[in-house]
């Protein structure tokens, strides 16, 4: 449910390296969620081994918010709310990466109160592969579960190797209404799994989209 590829800049897997890293773990349905871009999603829709759910990390402030489903990118920097009813008005999801993660670009406690009072969030990442604390990922399945909210898992894969290193076992579903219900009945599975990104030379094409 969170995952990156060369569109997002700090990220350099390639949709070749992609394809392999997919093919490897074994996945469904992969939710590619690059910072502030929906071009590398869009692109790669039927490229990949397995379905794709076209997503984007937006940056706000100091933390970042998860649109899953969309149709069109949405420009960073916006007030929070506003950029949670954006994700809404094109059909999407509302997901919270990494939240309480001290070392993250996470959204704010009280933020994240915020967007749940005012019936902005459709679910919450209750587990993180790069979040190292088992706490961290407690307390954010206990929020979730408090407040109603089904839990996602989210590799947040920057490299090739860490894809699958999180997800969610759920049954099928058919557009975001049918995944928000399945999701309320999936399981959370992952470890984690934060590798150091290896330098290697290569050309990141343009993200034909500003950032």
Request: hydrophobic content about 40%; charged content about 20%; aromatic content about 6%.
């Amino acid at each position: 449910m969170h995952s990156h590829t060369m569109w997002s800049g700090d990220c350099t897997t390639t949709p070749e390296e992609l394809v392999d890293a997919l093919t490897a773990c074994a996945i469904d349905v992969v939710c590619l969620t690059d910072h502030n871009a929906t071009a590398g999603a869009e692109r790669l829709r039927d490229e990949l081994p397995c379905r794709v759910v076209v997503g984007e990390e937006i940056r706000i402030g100091q933390g970042e918010l998860i649109g899953l489903f969309l149709s069109e990118r949405i420009a960073p920097g916006m007030p929070l709310l506003d950029t949670a009813r954006a994700i809404r008005d094109q059909g999407g999801l509302v997901y919270v990466p990494h939240p309480f993660d001290p070392m993250r670009n996470c959204l704010a406690p009280h933020e994240i109160d915020e967007l749940v009072e005012h019936g902005l969030v459709d679910a919450i990442e209750a587990f993180n592969a790069k979040t190292s604390l088992s706490s961290l990922q407690r307390q954010a399945a206990v929020y979730a579960s408090v407040k109603g909210l089904p839990g996602g898992a989210g590799s947040d894969a920057h490299v090739p190797d860490a894809f699958g290193a999180a997800y969610v076992e759920m049954p099928d579903f058919d557009g975001p209404a049918e995944f928000l219900a399945a999701l309320a009945e999936g399981v959370v599975y992952g470890h984690h799994c934060d590798p150091a990104r290896p330098w290697t030379p290569r050309i990141i094409p343009s993200l034909d989209e500003p950032t």
